[in-house]
């Protein structure tokens, strides 16, 4: 039986501490390569996240403008000018309708 427990020699040892550190290398390599695709993925949410927001405020902005255009003011009495384009649009198609079945086609 070979005794298992000798010293290994200078040119085993050298190896060992050649693989030692190659191994090292890689493992150091993998460990930036996933810390590099975790940033890229933060980055993408984080711009996710601000466009999401920048829609969100759109779709606000865009709403605010429909109720004012829609709704009178607090301290005018006034018909709002969407009420205004939704009538004459109505009253322009009665009087269309209208003239046509007066005057026949």
Same mark, same amino acid.
């Given at each position: 039986m %070979?005794?298992?427990t000798? %010293?290994l020699?200078?040119?085993?040892?050298?190896?060992?501490?050649?693989l030692?550190?190659?191994?090292?290398?890689?493992?150091?390599?993998? !460990?930036?390569?996933?810390e590099? %695709?975790?940033?890229?993925? =933060?980055? !993408?949410?984080?711009?996710?996240?601000?466009?999401? !927001?920048?829609?969100d405020? !759109? #779709?606000?902005?865009a709403?605010?403008? @429909?109720r004012?255009?829609?709704e &009178? $003011?607090? $301290?005018? =009495?006034?018909? &709002?000018? @969407?009420?205004?384009v939704?009538?004459?649009?109505?009253?322009? #198609?009665?009087?269309?309708?209208i003239?046509?079945?007066?005057? @026949?086609?």
């Amino acid at each position: 039986m %070979a005794d298992t427990t000798q %010293a290994l020699s200078d040119e085993e040892r050298a190896e060992l501490e050649a693989l030692r550190a190659e191994k090292a290398r890689r493992e150091q390599a993998q !460990a930036a390569a996933a810390e590099r %695709a975790e940033l890229e993925a =933060l980055k !993408a949410e984080a711009a996710r996240t601000a466009e999401e !927001a920048e829609h969100d405020r !759109a #779709i606000a902005e865009a709403r605010e403008r @429909g109720r004012k255009m829609m709704e &009178p $003011d607090e $301290d005018d =009495l006034s018909m &709002p000018l @969407g009420q205004k384009v939704v009538i004459v649009a109505v009253v322009g #198609i009665a009087i269309i309708f209208i003239l046509m079945t007066v005057f @026949g086609h």
